[in-house]
């Protein structure tokens, strides 16, 4: 009683210095700021990020421009440090709906050659700057082939022939629309934005028009500054000559031991975007069609199995059970003498599989996983996790993992229990097994990429302070919700078989084919109802693209989950037919042979989709990160075929009365 005493006192201690953790995280920007015309507008810096290398770096470990006050780092959630933002303040000033042109912002110092060599380093591995205003990152368009391509961010800079060309003049465009005190609160219908936003208000002809920034483009360019007129410049001033910007062309070079000179221009332009729909540049979706086949391919792989399920039940098991039924006590003992097929493993099926304990942790961690994949992607299809609010899906996806600690140590301390036949003792191993197997696994993994990107001096390294809250979050919520949920695992009453077990198990006649081949098989068909939707989604990890079409994540994944448990449920059934028993593993496997053809598409992808990937450091992050969500999508899946098959199995052999 008095370790479940401190341990309550623990984990209240943790809860609420998490919530204390989340207020001072808190990043503004997620509701309107009515901005007065003159009223300065801060233009805010992430890391520089490359789908070359994938590994983020700091903006100010290259030699630009600093701001007059020292650099400051912005308020940033948990989310967004898990993922490698790092949001920083800039020199970059504008003065809301005021246009501005050839404004000097610095000369450097002579390059050193570390810098030289970094320069030319972050130019071939194709580093992009990220700048965002209002918490609206920039948009840079360009035209290939006819065709507007939009990006996010723009190159560091440029390789023309042997040269090496920064970009060092930015143009900005700035798109506001006039405020509209009246609706914002009801478009918005936040608490944060009922406190700050008036709901109504009177008009009157004194009051100064407001804007709201709906939009943020940036266009940059290359240019060489002429060396004695920046010489008596100092910041924002106003440089003499005209500044052409021609992104087409570039013309200023990176030499050693010269000084680079940055400069900008901005101009506002009213806009008819109103604030909730300033996102949608961001989240425009491209290849509906593509999203809807990969639905309709999933439909009919469902229909192709259920056809096979449907079989299984109405003609064979049912057309089984009825004949046993409608005999005389006599004719069913001497039909008992005569079975053949599944009914001759009647006491022998429920027997306990090999590594009980291994199976249960990996069930209860499948549950756990499921269901937070499920309730994140539901919310983020209903809007709750717009990215707007950066890191929230970060923050939602941990928050709903450690609170499904309770189903994950219910469900494997009660099938604990069900394998041996009520007896519950071992439940608390097996419960902080369970808290221990999956978050250790993804704690090794993530380690180990840790250690490569902290050698790397990347901003993707986990701070170790986050590092100690991630631990302190492990250890005193998501242990203890776990163990909680074993608790009532145990005084739950376990499922009771309805045929008895042998003592001497029956002999498993010889099989055609190995069943392993099977089990690997198996995996194609809940492989082949999501690698289209998985092309998307590995683009947007790794080729920098907003995916956010979470309606049709949450459809393919329901569709998935049907698709695992038709699959699991018929190779169940097939085993069991040639007299196979064994079928508590293989039922897993069978659908959580899904990851297997994952991880190889995910090879396939970057040896064919990421040519451009560069170093072992990128390579084994990238395979390392594919490791971790394939673990994760192994024990998912697995548990659905898992718990389908159990269901069959108990709801086959409860049908008839066999001895």
């Known amino acids: 009683m008095e370790f479940l005493h401190k341990l309550k006192i623990c984990t209240l201690f943790v809860f609420v210095a998490f919530l204390q953790l989340g207020q001072g995280f808190y990043l503004p920007g997620s509701y309107p700021h009515k901005h007065g015309i003159g009223d300065y507008l801060n233009v805010k810096v992430n890391s520089l990020t490359s789908i070359d290398t994938e590994i983020p770096f700091s903006y100010y470990d290259l030699p630009y421009c600093r701001p007059k006050e020292g650099i400051k780092d912005s308020a940033e959630n948990l989310g967004e440090l898990l993922m490698g933002d790092r949001i920083e303040n800039s020199p970059y000033r504008f003065k809301m709906y005021t246009n501005e042109t050839q404004i000097f912002l610095c000369q450097t110092k002579p390059l050193s050659t570390e810098e030289f060599k970094l320069l030319k380093k972050r130019i071939d591995e194709m580093y992009q700057v990220n700048v965002n205003l209002d918490n609206l990152p920039a948009i840079r368009y360009t035209k ?79 240019f060489q500054h002429n060396a004695g007129s920046v010489k008596n410049l100092h910041m924002y001033d106003k440089y003499p000559s005209p500044i052409s910007c021609d992104p087409g062309t570039v013309a200023m070079p990176i030499k050693e031991n010269e000084p680079l000179t940055f400069s900008y221009e901005v101009s506002f332009v009213e806009s008819d975007i109103k604030w909730p729909s300033r996102w949608d540049a961001y989240l425009k979706m491209e290849g509906a069609k593509v999203h809807w086949f990969s639905i309709l391919n999933s439909l009919m792989v469902i229909t192709f199995l259920a056809g096979i399920v449907l079989v ?12 046993y039924e409608e005999l005389d006590k006599e004719a069913q003992a001497q039909m008992n003498e005569e079975l053949s097929g599944w009914k001759l493993v009647v006491s022998d099926v429920f027997r306990a599989p090999a590594y009980p304990s291994l199976l249960c942790v990996m069930v209860g961690d499948g549950v756990q996983i499921l269901g937070m994949a499920v309730v994140t992607i539901l919310f983020a299809a209903l809007g709750f996790m717009s990215p707007a609010s950066r890191g929230t899906l970060i923050i939602g996806m941990l928050f709903f993992y450690m609170v ?21 003792k071992g439940w608390v191993g097996v419960s902080w097994k369970v808290s221990c197997f999956f978050p250790g696994i993804a704690f090794l993994i993530l380690t180990t990429l840790n250690l490569l990107l902290w050698h790397s001096n990347s901003t993707g390294a986990i701070p170790f302070s986050l590092f100690v809250i991630l631990i302190l979050m492990w250890f005193c919520i998501s242990v203890p919700l776990t163990l909680v949920g074993g608790y009532f695992g145990a005084k739950a009453s376990h499922i009771e078989y309805p045929v008895r077990t042998n003592q001497i198990p029956r002999e498993i006649p010889p099989q055609k084919y190995p069943s392993w081949l099977l089990v690997l098989g198996a995996g194609t068909l809940p ?95 990238y395979l390392g990160y594919s490791l971790f969500m394939v673990v994760a999508i192994m024990l998912a899946t697995g548990t659905v075929g898992f718990l389908s098959s159990f269901w069959f199995t108990h709801y086959l052999f409860s049908s008839v009365k066999l001895d």
């Open 404 to 424: 499904l600690g309770i189903a994950a140590g219910y469900v494997a301390v009660r099938l604990w229990r069900t394998i041996f036949c009520g007896d519950h």
């Open 312 to 323: 299984i039940f109405l003609r064979t098991v049912r057309r089984d059970l009825t004949r």
């Open 144 to 222: 290939k082939e006819g065709f507007m391509l939009r990006w996010t961010g723009y190159p560091v800079g440029a390789k023309v022939q042997e040269g090496y060309y920064v970009f060092n003049h930015l143009k900005f465009t700035v798109l506001v629309h006039k405020y509209e005190e009246t609706n914002m609160a009801t478009v918005m219908g936040t608490g944060d934005a009922a406190e700050i936003i008036p709901t109504a208000s009177k008009k009157t002809g004194s009051d100064p028009p407001g804007y709201m920034v709906v939009g943020f483009e940036v266009v940059p360019c290359s």
């Open 527 to 621: 492989f082949g109802t999501l690698f289209i939707e998985l092309f998307f989604i590995m683009s947007s990890i790794w080729m920098g693209r907003v995916y956010y079409v979470f309606g049709f994540l949450l459809v393919v994944l329901l569709l998935l989950v049907v698709v695992c448990a038709e699959v699991s449920l018929v190779l169940t059934y097939m085993h069991l037919c040639v007299e196979d028993w064994k079928w508590w593993w293989k039922s897993f496997f069978a659908s959580g042979s899904v990851a297997l053809y994952i991880f190889l598409y995910s090879v396939n992808y970057l040896i064919f989709d990421l040519k451009s990937l560069s170093g072992p450091v990128s390579a084994t992050l």
